[in-house]
């Protein structure tokens, strides 16, 4: 997975359950880059060019929305290895 820190999602640093956390802790940070990314809007007003700010929001948003994605996805199957090996773990 692409990532700032490597540490944050390395298995050999990170149990399972920290990489779950950190992925939640990824997506919120994502998504407040998308609504962050909304902001330049309000700058057609004092400088026109309405065309450079709607492409470049439409560009961050896109680019947020690829990683917010990427999270959505691996998370479901962090949880489930984070499961089995609970289950793995009572029954030994």
């Known amino acids: 997975m692409p990532t700032y820190d ?3 999602l390395s298995f050999q640093e990170k149990s399972i359950k920290e990489i779950i956390g950190a992925t939640c802790q990824a997506e919120v940070v994502h998504e ?8 330049p809007l309000i700058l057609i007003i004092p ?9 470049t929001t439409l560009l961050c948003i896109f680019i947020e929305l690829v990683f917010i994605i990427i999270q959505r996805y691996n998370r479901p199957r962090f949880v489930k290895l984070y499961l089995r090996g609970q289950r793995l773990y009572k029954n030994n």
């Open 6 to 8: 490597k540490k944050a």
């Open 32 to 39: 407040l880059m998308l609504v962050e990314a909304l902001i």
């Open 47 to 55: 400088y026109g060019k309405a065309i450079i700010f709607i492409s």
